[in-house]
């Protein structure tokens, strides 16, 4: 749609702007300024200054002598202009822009040449405004000021083009009544561009320089300008519409007018008091109304036709004339701009060039990397469509598809979109609602979705899965919700025992009767840290079992989800002592005393972790430490006694390991803060646990393994999971950790190595 409002004729209004150059000092003040000998400088940014002065000095790049000190030289760029036949004074003049910092504004004296060769000019005692400067130069050059400060202008609006700097440019323009036109319609885009409609005279179709005033940080950026007829422009200018790509800060509310270069040099327009904002779904249909009466290159047609087809929140693949349909099983997103994706394609003839996911100005190339497989169920979805009957009748069945996207920049109140480009250049789009979650809720559910026997399934792991959760920036802290305590907790002088009763733990019932048995945890204070919704079910029967057991219970809830690491993180959260003991309730101890060895133990090696062994119910071990083995890549670090009989190892004396078993240990209680926390990249325990250890390793926590002290339990495992969903997790943990790990372990062993 074109502005309905008439566009005023007359062309320097009065524009409420900041940086609209104040009026102009009278031109007596000016010329009494004005002396051969002497030159006046004015500020332009933090590093130039203009200075202005009388006499003759050669144009262009010119090396120039600053103060007294000789070897201070530096490169200018001078205009120049002749003295018209009534100056009496000086038949030259000139205006030069001179890098300077604020360590030069107390400079005293300018040499124009070479050493010896060049004029001497002292500079005047302050210096004057850029509105001043800009009077003196109209009163001096006269005529010729238009050119002098063209030229000028073409030094200034190359390099870092400050906000600074282009308040000096717009006041140069406005010197010399550069001002052309107004912009009435402001458009915003989806795709990083601004559309511009509104009238001038030195507009000229094709690509112009332009840089757009207002807020963000100004850059000289080529917009492609096409022209239509106005009959309600004034004489000589005509309409103008352009697209100009602008940093993402740019919004339309932000933009107080632009500076481009015409025909005749640069030119100042100001945005219209009036004028009218459309947003992005409403910009294409305003470019589509106005496109086919414009005039312009070629390139600069397409990219309005391009822009006129750009996205209006609308779907649109649907409304293809061609065998070409998409959609979305899901789309996931676990940080700002990192996504998973599932969905499928279908597009037997191949019309589709490239497939992206956009948002605002970030793009992701999603078919570049993509991984297809079969998807027989949208092949027989279109059995019943006479026209997609054609297509289904060839050998394309790999519709469906899995990807990986990280779109650069966080906006995540904007909802990103499928922009599909087909071979004819047309564009159709999907919009897309992201769901919200965690990387590892969201890869979990991903894999779920999935035939374990799907041939597709390791490319799928290996080329989107395990970026999606590496490049996950990890997880947020685990918030608790409730705190509930049942009997003395607080009475208790023991350390205190955090059990973590994660999303696959069972009932605990039977780990209280074994603590309630055993006399020193009788008396120990106990922390029972559990997700929200197993707090709400079961915290009632909890506290009469700790009464019945005359236990010391607080029972915690932790907002959310989480397995036993996140539970036993969130007990420590509950808690102001100096050391705990943790255990999961996966585990049951294999006999009584070992409460107290375990506190014997921390108490003779302050701020170490200790961790018992782990059996399992066979009397064969499940883990006795974990050991760094320098000569395994797949495995970089290792279990040594895991199978072993029990036996094997109980007679063991405290032992120094690469990492203790945070599902039963003795430690400090910031020890997991200190690290940093469980990682949230990792969809079992094991690794989790793993990666955690090492962690704590290096920031100063020595672990140990108390062989004399075991605890019976099994392999982590959700509730549900087929044995091929677990291994394929147990997968993904083995190449998350070695990706994460190996290289770390890699330095560490050349180091060791090293001679000293």
Known sequence: MLVTEQSPTVTNPPIASPLVAKPMPTKQGASRAMRPGRVIGCRVDEITLLVIGLGHVPAGDVTVGVGEDQADTRNAFVSEWRSGPSSARTKHGFAALLPAGDTDLAMTTIRFGENGTGTPYIFASRLVSTEEAAALLLESAGSQSGAVINRLVDTLMTGNLSRRRLLTIIALLQATHANDGFVELIGESHDGVTFLQGWSRGMTPGPCRMSLIGKATPVVAECGIATFTRPDAP???????????TDEAARAADIEGLVFRGRTGWRHVAIHPRKRIADPQETPEHIRSILMRTHGTPEVLLSLRAAANSFEGKETVSSLPYLVRMGIDSIFEADAGNLLISGWLYDPDGHVATVRLRRRNAAASLDEHWTRFDRPDVTDSFNDQAHFVPGLRGDQRAHGFVVHAQLSGEDPG????????????????????????????????????????????????????????????????????????????????????????????????????????????????????????????????????????????????????????????????????????????SLIPHGTGWYGKLVAAASAMKGSIISPVLAYEDHSVRWAGS????????????????????????????????????????????????????????LGTQEKGLDLGLRLSRSGFDSYLLPSVQMWGCDDARAGDSPAMTALVEEVDRKIFKSQWLPILSVEKHLEKRPA
């Open 235 to 245: 004489d000589g200018a005509a309409g103008f519409v352009g697209l100009i790509e």
């Open 414 to 585: 904007v909802l990103p979109y499928f922009e599909l480009t087909l071979q004819d250049s047309r564009r159709a789009f999907l919009p897309v609602k992201p769901t919200r979650l965690s990387a590892r809720s969201a890869a979990l559910r991903q894999i779920g979705s999935i035939d374990p026997a799907n041939s597709a399934l390791p490319a799928i792991v290996d080329a989107h899965l395990i970026p999606f959760l590496t490049q996950s920036s990890g997880r947020s802290a685990p918030v608790i919700e409730t705190i509930v305590d049942a009997g003395f907790f607080d009475e208790e002088n023991g350390l205190p025992v955090i059990i973590g009763v994660g999303e696959s733990e069972e009932d605990i019932s039977p780990l209280l009767a074994l603590l309630a048995l055993d006399p020193e945890t009788r008396s120990a204070p106990i922390v029972i840290a559990m997700p929200a919704e197993r707090f709400r079910r079961q915290a009632a029967r909890l506290k009469e079992l700790a009464r019945f057991y005359r236990l010391s219970v607080r029972l915690v809830s932790m907002k959310g989800t989480g397995d036993v690491y996140d539970m036993l993180e969130t007990g420590t959260q509950a808690l102001s002592c100096e050391t705990v003991v943790s255990l999961s309730a």
């Open 627 to 682: 050991w760094i083995d320098d000569g395994n890549d797949d495995q970089p670090v290792v279990g040594r006694y895991a199978g072993y009989p029990i036996k094997a190892v109980t007679d063991m004396k405290v032992t120094s390991i690469a990492a203790a078993s945070l599902e039963c240990c003795v430690m400090p209680r910031d020890a997991l803060s200190r690290a940093g926390g469980f990682s949230g990249g990792y």
